[in-house]
C-alpha cells in the first residue's frame, strides 16, 4: 500500500517561494497520477497541479498557473510543487495525492484520487 508523507511548509511573505516534497512508499506505475491539492479554512478542497507519472503531462488550475510547477523524481520517489510569487490566498493546508488508476488522467478533482498524504500548512503573509 502506498503512503504519502508531504514536508517543505510554512510561512513566507508575499512574492517569496517554498517547495513542497511528497515522499510515496511504494512503486507508482506510469499512467498513474500525483497530484497537490490545498484546502483553505473554510473552503472545498481544490486541486492545484498534478502529474501523470511516466509521461510528464502536467495540469495547472488557472490560479497557479506561471507561479507553480509540479514535478517528480522518479529515482526518489518523490514529488515536488515549487511556488513562487505566493499570494496571501495561497495560504492554505496542501495534500500530496496519488490516483493508482489510468483513470485519474491527471485530474484536478479529488474524487480522482484515492490516497493522500497528512498535509503541510502553507501560510502567506501581505
Known amino acids: 500500500q502506498v503512503q504519502l508523507v508531504e514536508s517543505g511548509g510554512g510561512s513566507v511573505q508575499a512574492g517569496g517561494s517554498l517547495r513542497l516534497s511528497c515522499v510515496a512508499s511504494?512503486?507508482?506505475?506510469?499512467?498513474?497520477?500525483m497530484g497537490w491539492f490545498r484546502q483553505a479554512p473554510g473552503k472545498e478542497r481544490e486541486g492545484v497541479a498534478s502529474?501523470?507519472?511516466?509521461?510528464?503531462?502536467?495540469y495547472y488550475d488557472d490560479s497557479v498557473k506561471g507561479r507553480f510547477t509540479i514535478s517528480q523524481d522518479s529515482a526518489k520517489n518523490t514529488l515536488y510543487l515549487q511556488m513562487n510569487n505566493l499570494k496571501p490566498e495561497d495560504t492554505a493546508i496542501y495534500y500530496c495525492?496519488?490516483?493508482?488508476?489510468?483513470?485519474?488522467?491527471?485530474?484536478?478533482?479529488?474524487?480522482?484520487?484515492?490516497?493522500w498524504g497528512q498535509g503541510t500548512q502553507v501560510t502567506v503573509s501581505s
Open positions: 511504494g512503486y507508482i506505475y506510469s499512467n498513474y497520477c
Open positions: 495525492a496519488a490516483g493508482l488508476w489510468v483513470g485519474c488522467s491527471g485530474s484536478l478533482q479529488s474524487s480522482r484520487y484515492n490516497t
Open positions: 502529474i501523470i507519472i511516466g509521461r510528464g503531462r502536467t
